[in-house]
């Protein structure tokens, strides 16, 4: 059944009424709703706020680096220290290497650019991070709702965004409703913010309907993944940040390592890659792997029975997309009773590899023009005040400085990293040119004929791992009874079109397993499986499917992964 046919059935549905109603618990959805509240207090007004969350909780489906600039986070809650925030370890260390296969090249920390710099950062672990702004919105009365996803904007007569509803729980594979069934419910705001992160379900639905991607440049993207390890104290070193750069990437392709210590004889590392890579033969998640192979990688992992080094520990495995386009690609973010805020429309620094600080910023600012419209008793109008903040706040400065740095990496390495030093060391990001994108990311994939495969190699089970393994640890499930939430617009596409042309890179490019080309039954050819339970919420299908034939729609609420403090 359609979700038309279903409201036919069983509609109307319940809704409720809320000043704004805020989609994503993430740092930018809750800096919004702490904002809002603080603000309603401050002037002594009501304001009737809930934020929504498909995850299981707050902090669930988080996943970053992370190294956090608490500038923002000041802003916001400037006593963050004395209330606990999870902000525990100092950045202690910066180093940049640029690796080959065997060797190693570090830059010396006074020739590296301001944007490389960590001083006054913090190693976090940003899903505690997310939890306890979580416990921080609801000591200001904020309703939040985990476990419900949104999946459905709704419009008001006039074409202003009316609120989302949220999806319907208890459908079976056949798009019946099961025993279970309910209908979702709607929620109404006078103003909705939309703060899913990197391409949001509902975003890209909305960017695409009020056209605010016109005359931008495409969005680009790069595909994080990362792992949670315990290691031997005596290889620990708190604080201590690395980046990579080179091996094992070719230098046509953009990509790097980060290995950052945490507290606690913890450490978080792991590998990006852009997802504007030409070879269909390319694997993100091997990649990673490969990468940890290295000696200055591998020697944080490894025992030496000898020195008395024990073995380090995987805990926890995640990915997930992030946005690199920059301020070039930011697409208008206020229309008509809405908003964008953080990854949702972009405003990661991708040079700083940063964007929980942007995030929880323009959270701040579309709640400082929300609240206004309220008071003034406004609603379902375009927030200018949000847009016209931000071009005169200091996130702004930051991304115009950075604004080409994802952008010299199409020209190679060695170009990318001698005009990025002068951009931004000598320049300070002043520089007197712009360069510009014409084309997504998935259209810079070439078909396999035109490529060399690439021999990855088995792993080991010790440092190296396979997808199945790694998604197990990130406590990933869906229902085994819900319809799958990968959709094909056209069923023919990826036999007739992906596995003819590009090789499938779909079961390369996923970091979990969910697509396979199997044998049809009587050896029939192929065809695509899909095994949706094994899907992390990073979102790559839908950015890198060469021909855009892969919709990634809404699960059931609290599907996915159920990741602890990545």
């Given at each position: 059944m359609t979700n038309e046919e279903i409201l036919a059935q069983y509609g109307p549905r319940e809704a409720m009424e809320y000043d704004v109603v805020i989609v994503g618990a993430g740092p930018a959805g809750l800096a919004t709703a702490i904002r809002l509240k603080q603000l309603a207090a401050e002037k002594e007004q009501e304001i009737s706020v809930v934020v929504l969350e498909k995850g299981s909780e707050p902090g669930a489906h988080t996943l970053s680096g992370a190294i956090v600039d608490p500038q923002a986070l000041t802003e916001l809650i400037p006593d963050w220290k004395e209330k606990g925030a999870p902000l525990n370890q100092p950045v202690t260390q910066d180093s940049m290497v640029f690796l080959g296969e065997k060797s190693s090249?570090?830059?010396?920390?006074?020739?590296?650019?301001?944007?490389?710099?960590?001083?006054?950062n913090y190693v976090v672990r940003l899903g505690f991070v997310t939890k306890w702004l979580a416990e921080q919105a609801e000591a200001l009365e904020v309703e939040i709702?985990?476990?419900?996803?949104?999946?459905?904007?709704?419009?008001?007569?006039d074409g202003s965004i009316k609120g989302v509803a949220t999806g319907n729980m208890g459908i079976g594979k056949d798009g019946q409703p099961t025993d279970e069934f309910q209908l979702g419910m709607e929620l109404h705001g006078k103003y909705t913010i939309f703060a899913e992160g990197a391409r949001g379900h509902l975003g890209k639905q909305l960017i695409a309907h009020f056209k605010l991607d016109a005359d931008k440049d495409p969005q680009t993207y790069g595909i994080g993944i990362k792992e949670l390890w315990e290691?031997?104290?005596?290889?620990?070193?708190?604080?201590?940040?690395?980046?990579?750069?080179?091996?094992?990437?070719?230098?046509?392709?953009?990509?790097?390592?980060?290995?950052?210590?945490?507290?606690?004889?913890?450490?978080?590392?792991?590998?990006v890659v852009g997802?504007?890579?030409?070879?269909?033969?390319?694997?993100?998640?091997?990649?990673?792997?490969?990468?940890?192979?290295?000696?200055?990688?591998?020697?944080?992992?490894?025992?030496?029975?000898?020195?008395?080094?024990?073995?380090?520990?995987?805990?926890?495995?995640?990915?997930?997309?992030?946005?690199a386009g920059g301020i070039l690609s930011l697409p208008e973010f206020v229309f008509p009773g809405g908003a964008l805020v953080g990854c949702e429309a972009g405003f990661l620094n991708v040079s700083r590899i940063k964007g929980s600080h942007a995030a929880i910023k323009t959270g701040m600012m579309a709640a400082e023009a929300a609240f206004d419209a309220l008071v003034a008793g406004r609603s379902h109008d375009t927030l200018h005040?949000?847009?016209?903040?931000?071009?005169?706040?200091?996130?702004?400065?930051?991304?115009?400085?950075?604004?080409?740095?994802?952008t010299w990496f199409k020209k190679g390495l060695s170009t990318a990293t001698v005009m990025n030093?002068?951009?931004?060391?000598?320049?300070?990001?002043?520089?007197?040119?712009?360069?510009?994108?014409?084309?997504?990311?998935?259209?810079?994939?070439?078909?396999?004929?035109?490529?060399?495969?690439?021999?990855?190699?088995?792993?080991?089970?010790k440092l190296t791992f396979d997808r199945l393994s790694s998604v197990f640890i990130s406590s990933t499930n869906h229902g085994e009874e819900q319809p799958p939430h990968l959709t094909l617009k056209d069923a023919s596409v990826p036999v007739n079109v992906n596995l003819a042309q590009y090789d499938g890179p779909e079961?390369?490019?996923?970091?979990?397993?969910?697509?396979?080309f199997v044998e049809n039954e009587g050896g029939a050819g192929k065809r695509l499986q899909i095994n949706a339970q094994n899907c992390v919420h990073c979102k790559t299908c839908d950015i890198k499917d060469p021909t855009q034939n892969i919709v990634w729609i809404t699960p059931e609420g609290g599907g996915g992964p159920n990741y602890s403090g990545m």
């Open positions: 090249l570090r830059t010396p920390n006074f020739l590296l650019p301001k944007c490389f710099h960590n001083e006054g709702f985990p476990g419900f996803a949104a999946a459905e904007v709704l419009f008001n007569d290691i031997d104290p005596a290889r620990h070193k708190p604080g201590m940040v690395l980046h990579t750069g080179g091996w094992p990437m070719q230098p046509d392709t953009y990509g790097g390592g980060f290995l950052y210590h945490l507290e606690d004889n913890l450490v978080t590392l792991g590998y997802l504007d890579y030409a070879n269909p033969y390319l694997s993100p998640f091997e990649e990673m792997q490969r990468w940890k192979t290295h000696p200055n990688i591998r020697w944080y992992l490894e025992g030496d029975e000898a020195q008395g080094i024990k073995p380090a520990k995987r805990i926890s495995y995640g990915a997930r997309a992030i946005t005040a949000y847009k016209d903040a931000f071009e005169v706040s200091w996130l702004h400065d930051e991304l115009w400085k950075a604004r080409n740095f994802k030093g002068l951009e931004q060391k000598l320049l300070g990001g002043n520089a007197p040119w712009t360069l510009r994108r014409n084309k997504p990311d998935h259209a810079y994939l070439k078909p396999a004929a035109q490529c060399q495969p690439i021999d990855y190699p088995k792993p080991d089970g079961q390369r490019y996923c970091p979990a397993g969910v697509y396979e």
